[in-house]
Nanobody, 113 residues
Framework: QVQLEESGGGLVQPGGSLRLSCAAS????????MSWHRQAPGKERELVAA????????GYADSVKGRFTIDRDNAKNTVYLQMNSLKPEDTAVYYC??????WGKGTLVTVSS
C-alpha cells in the first residue's frame, strides 16, 4: 500500500527556513519521480519542485528557484524540501506526491511576522 506522510510545517518569520519531510512506504522512492506541490488559500495547487528517479535531476517553479531544494534519502525512503528565504507568499499547504495518483495529506507552512 503506497503511503506518503508529510511533516515539518509550521509558522516561520519572513526570511526564515523550514525543512519538510515526506516519508514514503509501500514503494522505493528511488524508482520513481517524486514532487512537492503547494496550495495557497483561494488558489489552485501548483508544482513546486520535482526530482527524477535514478540520476536525481531536479526542477523547480520559477517562484522558488534558488530558494528551495528538493532531495531524498534513499536509506530512509524519504523526500525532503529545504525552504530558505521564505516569503509570506510561500504560505500554503505543501503536499508530497508520486506521479498524479498518490498524494500525502499535506503540511501547513505559514510565513508571517
Amino acid at each position: 500500500q503506497v503511503q506518503l506522510e508529510e511533516s515539518g510545517g509550521g509558522l516561520v518569520q519572513p526570511g526564515g527556513s523550514l525543512r519538510l519531510s515526506c516519508a514514503a512506504s509501500g514503494f522505493i522512492i528511488s524508482n520513481y519521480a517524486m514532487s512537492w506541490h503547494r496550495q495557497a488559500p483561494g488558489k489552485e495547487r501548483e508544482l513546486v519542485a520535482a526530482i527524477a528517479p535514478a540520476g536525481g535531476s531536479t526542477g523547480y517553479a520559477d517562484s522558488v528557484k534558488g530558494r528551495f531544494t528538493i532531495d531524498r534519502d534513499n536509506a530512509k525512503n524519504t523526500v525532503y524540501l529545504q525552504m530558505n528565504s521564505l516569503k509570506p507568499e510561500d504560505t500554503a499547504v505543501y503536499y508530497c506526491a508520486r506521479g498524479v495518483r498518490y498524494w500525502g495529506k499535506g503540511t501547513l507552512v505559514t510565513v508571517s511576522s
